[in-house]
C-alpha cells in the first residue's frame, strides 16, 4: 500500500469526504457526510486491508463496540466495512472538539465537573465490564464530548475480553498502552485483561481532571518513559494540592489506584458509588449511573410496576395497542304501537338510548383502563435503567467504623515513632489508608496499609496520624487520630 493511498480518504458509497480529523497507529479518522439519513460521521479507516495484519484487532474493535455502543456513555457505530481499495472502516458518530484531553491542557475541571464525568464514564466502563469487556485504554484523548456535551469513552481498539492473554495478543496490547495512564501490572507485563485495570486508568484520569496532568508527571521535567513507569509502580500517590478539594476525594483515588489490584474497588460501579458520597459530601447534585442490564438481572432491573413509580429510572417501553371491546348494543324499537302513544314511545326510546350510551361508554372505558394495566405489567423489563443512589447515602462510608484504640509510643532514641490501632470490628476483612498529620499541609500523601501500626519519623514538637478502616467494598471510614509528643523525656503518648 502507498503512501498516498495510506493518506488519503477511502470512496465509500453513500458518504462524501469533507475533511481530516485526526491518525492513530494503525488508523486515521476523517469526517464524512452520511447522504441517508443526512448526518456527520467519524470514519475510522484502517491502514490496512482486508489481508493486512492488524485485520483482527478492526474485527474485534467493530465487534466490542457493537455490544456496548448504545451505553448513553459511550461512542455509538453505525457501522462497519470496506472500500473499494480494500481498507476496512467504522462508521462512528461524530463528536466535535475538544476532547477531554485538549479540555485539559487549558487547566483543570471544577469539582462537580470533574466528578460528574468520571461517575458518567465509570457507568460505561462498569457496563463493558458487565459483558466481559476490559477497554484497557482509558485515558482523557479516549473521552470525547457530543454535540449535547455529554462524556463518551471512544476508542476499543486495544479492548479484550476478560482473562488471560496470549503472548502476542499482550505485547500488541502493550505497544497501544499509553504509559502515564497505565496501572503498575500493566507496566511489569501482567498476561491478564482485568477490569481493575480500568478502574486504576479511569482514577487517573479523573486525577487528570482535577489537576490538568497525569498523576505521576512532574511538571517542568522532561520525563521519560522509564522514569515515569517506575514512579507509577513505586511511588505513592502525589497529593492533589488543591483547597477546594475534600480529603475524602483523595482517599477515594488512593483506593482506586492502589498498586495492588486487590486493594483497588471490586468494580467501576464501587468507585462510582464512592465519588457520589463525595458529591454528597459537597452538596452537589447527584449524578446517576447508567448501567447496562440483562432481562435475567433480577437483583437491580426493577419490574414493571417498579419503573412506573420510579421517577429516577430512565426506561425504554414498548407501546402496546389496546385491543377495542367488542359492544353490541341490543337493538330498539322506536315504533310505537299505536299512533296516539308515538310521541311518548319516541321520548322513552330516546331515553334509553341514553342511558344506553352512557353504560357502554362506562364499560369501554373500565375495559381499556383494566387491558391498559395489563399491557403495562407485560411489557418487557427496561435495557437500561439510570440508578440513582438511595435517597439516605451517607457522605464517605459514615457507616465504615474508624479504627479502634489509635496511640503512639516514642522510640527510646526519639527517631521514630510507632502508632498501633486495632480493627474496626471483631469480622473486620478491610485494609487501612494513613498518613502523617503536617500542620499546614493537607494534602499529606495517603498510603495503603494490611497492618494494624505503623512507623514514621519524629517530628519537632508533634508527631500526628490519621488513620481510616477501608472496607472490602471500598467504603471509607472517617478519620481516626492521635499525637506523640516529642521529644517526649516522660515517654507519654497521646492518644
Not at 337 to 344: P, T, V
Request: overall charge negative; aromatic content about 6%; glycine content about 8%.
Amino acid at each position: 500500500m502507498t503512501a498516498d493511498r495510506e493518506g488519503s480518504p477511502p470512496s465509500i458509497p453513500g458518504f462524501t469526504y469533507l475533511r481530516d480529523l485526526g491518525a492513530g497507529g494503525y488508523s486515521r479518522v476523517y469526517l464524512y457526510e452520511q447522504h441517508m439519513p443526512q448526518r456527520e460521521v467519524a470514519v475510522k479507516v484502517m491502514d490496512c486491508g482486508v489481508s493486512g495484519g492488524p485485520y483482527s484487532s478492526f474485527e474485534s474493535e467493530a465487534n466490542l463496540m457493537a455490544r456496548v455502543s448504545s451505553h448513553p456513555a459511550i461512542l455509538s457505530i453505525y457501522g462497519a466495512g470496506a472500500a473499494a481499495d480494500g481498507r476496512l472502516f467504522l462508521v462512528m458518530e461524530y463528536c466535535p472538539p475538544p476532547q477531554l484531553s485538549m479540555v485539559l491542557r487549558r487547566g483543570p475541571l471544577s469539582v462537580a465537573d470533574a466528578l460528574s464525568t468520571t461517575i458518567q464514564i465509570a457507568g460505561a466502563v462498569e457496563s463493558a465490564h458487565r459483558v466481559g469487556i476490559v477497554h484497557r485504554d482509558i485515558k482523557p484523548a479516549n473521552i470525547l464530548f457530543t454535540a449535547y456535551r455529554r462524556p463518551v469513552l471512544s476508542d476499543f481498539g486495544i479492548s479484550a475480553m476478560s482473562g488471560p492473554r496470549g503472548d502476542s495478543d499482550e505485547n500488541d496490547a502493550l505497544r497501544g498502552m499509553s504509559v502515564p495512564w497505565a496501572p503498575p501490572e500493566q507496566l511489569v507485563g501482567s498476561h491478564m485483561a482485568d477490569p481493575a485495570s480500568d478502574i486504576y486508568s479511569l482514577a487517573a484520569t479523573a486525577y487528570a481532571m482535577l489537576t490538568g496532568r497525569s498523576p505521576f508527571e512532574i511538571p517542568d521535567a522532561s520525563d521519560s518513559v522509564y522514569e515515569l513507569s517506575r514512579r507509577i509502580i513505586k511511588n505513592p500517590l502525589p497529593p492533589l494540592g488543591r483547597q477546594d478539594l475534600p480529603p475524602s476525594l483523595y482517599r477515594v483515588l488512593s483506593v482506586a489506584m492502589a498498586k495492588d489490584p486487590a486493594r483497588r474497588y471490586p468494580t467501576a460501579l464501587a468507585f462510582a458509588r464512592a465519588l457520589q458520597q463525595v458529591e454528597a459530601e459537597l452538596g452537589l447534585p447527584m449524578t446517576a449511573v447508567d448501567l447496562f442490564h440483562t432481562a435475567a438481572d433480577t437483583e437491580v432491573v426493577p419490574d414493571a410496576d417498579d419503573l412506573i413509580e420510579d421517577t429516577n429510572a430512565t426506561r425504554l417501553g414498548v407501546f402496546e395497542p389496546v385491543a377495542e371491546a367488542a359492544m353490541h348494543p341490543p337493538a330498539v324499537d322506536i315504533h310505537a304501537e299505536a299512533d296516539g302513544e308515538q310521541e311518548n314511545g319516541t321520548r322513552r326510546s330516546r331515553l334509553l338510548i341514553g342511558a344506553l350510551a352512557a353504560v357502554v361508554t362506562v364499560v369501554a372505558v373500565t375495559a381499556a383502563l383494566v387491558s391498559s394495566r395489563m399491557s403495562e405489567q407485560n411489557r418487557p423489563a427496561a435495557t437500561f435503567a439510570t440508578l440513582a443512589p438511595a435517597p439516605s447515602a451517607d457522605p464517605l462510608g459514615v457507616s465504615v467504623t474508624p479504627p479502634r484504640g489509635l496511640s503512639g509510643a516514642l522510640s527510646e532514641d526519639g527517631s521514630t515513632v510507632t502508632f498501633t490501632w486495632e480493627a474496626p470490628t471483631d469480622d473486620w476483612e478491610g485494609s487501612y489508608l494513613f498518613r502523617e498529620d503536617v500542620p499546614g499541609d493537607s494534602d499529606a500523601a495517603m498510603q495503603s496499609t494490611q497492618q494494624t501500626s505503623v512507623q514514621l519519623p519524629a517530628r519537632p514538637d508533634n508527631t500526628c496520624i490519621e488513620v481510616y478502616s477501608v472496607r472490602s467494598d471500598g467504603r471509607t471510614s472517617g478519620a481516626a487520630a492521635a499525637c506523640v509528643r516529642t521529644p517526649a523525656q516522660d515517654g507519654a503518648a497521646v492518644g
